[in-house]
C-alpha cells in the first residue's frame, strides 16, 4: 500500500504480529526509482532481523529496462522476492498501463515478467548498476538494513478478479503458464476499486483451476470491525483460508492493528495508544522531517474511543515530530 507499508508499518506489523509469513514494501515505480535513487531507496529499506521481505514494483512496457535493474537490485539487498502489481486502481497508474491497467494484457504482462526474471539471471546480474546504488546498499548494509544474497528472489503477481467483470479462464490459465511462485488476487474489480465487497467465492472459483498457489486478499479489515477479540479473529481468518489454503494477503487489515494475530485480548485503549506511540517512535527514526503522512495514521489506532477528541485534533495540528511527541505522550 503506497504511502503506508514502510519500514515503520512492518516492523510494527512484526513485533505485534510475529505469526506473519513476509511482509510487501509499498509499491515502487520502477523508472521513478532510477530517476532519484537516494530519495527513493529508504522505500526499499527493511531491517536485515526482519522477516521475509518482498519487493513490489510496478510500471508498463515502455520500462523493461528498468524491470531488468530493479530485479538486480532486489537481489543485492537480499530480498526473499519481487512482486508485480496488476491490482493498483488509481486512475493515473491505469492510465499508464501500469497497475490494474496491465490486466488482460498478455503480451505485456509477459515481457515483463521475463525482464524481471532475466534481471535475477546469471547474465542479467551483470547488468551494470549506477556506483550511486551500490554506494547506498553498502551504507545502509553497513547500517543494519537488507541482508546477505543467500538465494535467488522468487517472482510473484498481485492482480484483481478482472476490469468490470471476472476474468475467464483464459486468463487465469494465461497467469498460471507464467511459472510464478504464487498469485495474489484481490476479490474486486478495477471498476470497483475498493467499493462494495470482496468475492472471496470467485477467489476460490479461479484458484481452484490454477496449479499456481494463490493467496486471497480483500476486506479483512472491513471484518475486523465487527470482532474486539483474538478468538474471533482466529476464526474469521481460518474461515478466510478455506478460500484459499495456500495463504491469506493482509493490507487494510493491520491499520491501527498491527497486532491483528496476537493471541490475547486485542483492542483496548492502553494498548491502542501503546502501539501508536511505539509506531511514531519507529517512523521518526527515518521520517522525522515529514511527519503529515504519520497522521493518516492517528484515526486507525483511536477509532471508537470517548473522550480524546480534543487530543487527537491538537495531535493532527502539529506540525513538527517534537510538537507530536508530545501530543501523543498525553493519550
Not at 510487501?24 to 526509482?33: D, W
Not at 522468487?154 to 494465461?174: A, C, E, V, Y
Request: a positive charge; aromatic letters at 12%; one cysteine or more.
Amino acid at each position: 500500500m503506497d504511502g503506508i507499508t514502510d519500514i515503520s508499518f512492518r516492523r510494527m506489523v512484526e513485533t505485534y504480529s510475529p505469526e506473519i509469513d513476509f511482509t510487501v514494501t509499498e509499491f515502487i515505480n520502477v523508472q521513478g526509482f532510477f530517476s532519484n535513487p537516494e530519495k527513493h531507496f529508504p522505500k526499499l529499506l527493511f531491517y536485515r532481523d526482519s522477516r521475509p521481505c518482498i519487493l513490489q514494483v510496478f510500471g508498463n512496457i515502455d520500462q523493461l529496462v528498468y524491470f531488468r535493474k530493479i530485479s538486480t537490485i532486489a537481489q543485492l539487498c537480499g530480498f526473499s522476492g519481487i512482486d508485480l502489481n496488476v491490482g493498483c486502481p488509481d486512475n493515473s497508474v491505469v492510465r499508464s498501463r501500469s497497475g490494474a491497467g496491465l490486466i488482460g494484457h498478455r503480451k505485456e504482462i509477459t515481457s515483463i515478467i521475463n525482464s524481471l526474471k532475466f534481471g535475477l539471471s546469471r547474465d542479467g546480474h551483470k547488468a551494470k548498476i549506477d556506483s550511486t546504488i551500490h554506494r547506498l546498499i553498502d551504507n545502509y548494509k553497513q547500517r543494519g538494513f537488507f541482508k546477505e544474497n543467500s538465494c535467488k528472489p522468487f517472482l510473484s503477481l498481485k492482480t484483481r478478479i478482472g476490469i468490470d467483470r471476472t476474468m475467464n479462464n483464459t486468463w487465469w490459465n494465461f497467469l498460471d503458464k507464467l511459472n510464478l511462485d504464487f498469485i495474489t488476487i484481490h476479490g474486486r474489480t478495477l471498476k470497483q476499486k475498493f467499493a462494495g465487497s470482496a468475492n472471496w467465492t470467485t477467489i476460490h472459483n479461479i484458484s481452484k483451476t490454477m496449479k499456481t498457489p494463490v493467496l486471497g486478499n480483500g476486506d479483512i479489515k472491513a471484518d475486523i470491525n465487527t470482532s474486539r477479540d483474538s478468538d474471533s479473529l482466529k476464526k474469521l481468518l481460518t474461515q478466510k483460508l478455506k478460500y484459499t489454503p495456500a495463504g491469506i494477503m493482509i493490507g487494510r487489515g493491520f491499520l491501527g492493528h498491527p497486532n491483528l494475530l496476537l493471541n490475547s485480548k486485542y483492542y483496548n485503549y492502553k494498548l491502542q495508544t501503546s502501539m501508536l506511540k511505539h509506531h511514531f517512535d519507529e517512523y521518526t527514526k527515518f521520517y522525522s522531517k515529514y511527519i503529515d503522512p504519520f497522521k493518516k495514521f492517528i484515526n486507525y489506532y483511536l477509532a471508537g474511543f470517548a473522550n480524546i477528541k480534543d487530543t487527537r485534533i491538537n495531535i493532527m495540528k502539529c506540525q513538527t515530530a517534537t510538537e507530536m511527541s508530545k501530543e501523543i505522550s498525553k493519550l
